[in-house]
T-cell receptor, first 114, second 112 residues
Framework: KAGVTQTPRYLIKTRGQQVTLSCSPISGHRSVSWYQQTPGQGLQFLFEYFSETQRNKGNFPGRFSGRQFSNSRSEMNVSTLELGDSALYLC?????????????FGPGTRLTVL | TQLLEQSPQFLSIQEGENLTVYCNSSSVFSSLQWYRQEPGEGPVLLVTVVTGGEVKKLKRLTFQFGDARKDSSLHITAAQPGDTGLYLCACVIYNQGGKLIFGQGTELSVKP
């Protein structure tokens, strides 16, 4: 089975721009979660989607949003980028989506904001 | 304030040495998880501990869950360069689904 894939792997943007990151979960997994990882704050939960609905949300501003499609693929969007948004964005999927006991992480998208 | 406090933050040792990483909290958890993350990769689940006092072994890695289910430790025996990486403890917060809350992590470097 293929693992969680994230595209693109690397991205460079400038302040004020917006960005969309994509995540394809493991086949059959219905829950997708997003995390932000920075040296200062560590790994922080952004949001979780299950069956196209946002089920949980972390403490991030409204500039961070996401969605999930009927095939469980997910995207997250960050609008009006700030320097502090530079981070590794990780996506994780789980099955059958009723708990997060075992989450499988993708390799992440490294976002640099200049 | 971090829900999970990990110590130490950084650890640099020689091959063959033993080490222990700690994950502490003032909260009680139904379970704790340990992950390892290598450069350029996402975290990979190593183990989940569920019962207070539980000890789990994964080759040279020994995981323990505290009796009160507030803390956990990871002990590595005879560390090898391949053990190098970021070790993270995490707890699951359930609320119509769940989310993982991670500790800050322990960056381990094992030199040959």
């Amino acid at each position: 089975k293929a693992g969680v894939t994230q595209t693109p792997r690397y991205l460079i943007k400038t302040r004020g721009q917006q960005v969309t990151l994509s995540c394809s979960p493991i086949s059959g997994h219905r829950s997708v979660s997003w995390y932000q990882q920075t040296p200062g704050q560590g790994l922080q939960f952004l949001f979780e989607y299950f069956s196209e609905t946002q089920r949980n949300k972390g403490n991030f501003p409204g500039r961070f949003s996401g969605r999930q499609f009927s095939n469980s693929r997910s995207e997250m969007n960050v609008s009006t980028l700030e320097l502090g948004d530079s981070a590794l964005y990780l996506c994780a999927s789980s099955f059958p989506g009723t708990s997060t006991d075992t989450q499988y992480f993708g390799p992440g998208t490294r976002l640099t904001v200049l | 304030t971090q829900l999970l406090e990990q110590s130490p933050q950084f650890l640099s040792i020689q091959e063959g040495e033993n080490l222990t990483v700690y994950c502490n909290s003032s909260s009680v958890f139904s379970s704790l998880q340990w992950y390892r993350q290598e450069p350029g990769e996402g975290p990979v689940l190593l183990v989940t501990v569920v019962t207070g006092g539980e000890v789990k072994k994964l080759k040279r890695l020994t995981f323990q869950f505290g009796d009160a289910r507030k803390d956990s430790s990871l002990h590595i025996t005879a560390a090898q360069p391949g053990d190098t990486g970021l070790y993270l403890c995490a707890c699951v917060i359930y609320n119509q689904g769940g989310k993982l809350i991670f500790g800050q992590g322990t960056e381990l470097s094992v030199k040959p």
